[in-house]
């Protein structure tokens, strides 16, 4: 079993920047594939972001290319999104989730993620 935790969410202004961080327990993240997802209100739940058990490979979502970065830290247990040049559009919570299945990963269905954090709001104003 997995536990994750987001931080890192808050208000920003439109081209800002913000880093979530989200933490692992357990002794086995490093052959976690990890994801990052988000949800609008009243909108499902999208694929943003994700990465190989070693961060040597990472997927994106158009919407966010160019202008997000996911990162991990093994040592720390740690996935990071970076999230730069932020709009309006990127308002929603954000949450990471882990596959124990395939540490290759870059999985963008929900369905192929075993676990989840409780999300962290991200608000990005006009």
């Known amino acids: 079993q997995v536990q994750l935790v987001e931080s890192g969410g808050g208000l920003v202004n439109s081209g800002g920047s913000l880093r979530l961080s989200c933490a692992a327990s357990?002794?086995?993240?490093?052959?976690?594939?990890m994801g990052w997802f988000r949800q609008a209100p009243a909108k499902e739940r999208v694929f943003v972001a994700a990465?190989?058990?070693?961060?040597?490979?990472?997927y994106y979502a158009d919407s966010v290319k160019g202008r997000f970065t996911i990162s991990r830290d093994n040592a720390k247990n740690t996935v990071y999104l970076q999230m730069n040049s932020l709009k309006p559009e990127d308002t929603a919570v954000y949450y990471c989730?882990?596959?124990?299945?395939?540490?290759?990963?870059?999985?963008?269905?929900?369905?192929?993620?075993?676990?989840w954090g409780q999300g962290t709001q991200v608000t990005v104003s006009s």
């Open positions: 989730a882990a596959d124990r299945d395939d540490p290759r990963g870059l999985q963008r269905s929900r369905d192929k993620y075993d676990y």
């Open positions: 357990g002794r086995t993240f490093s052959s976690y594939a």
């Open positions: 990465i190989n058990w070693s961060g040597s490979s990472t």
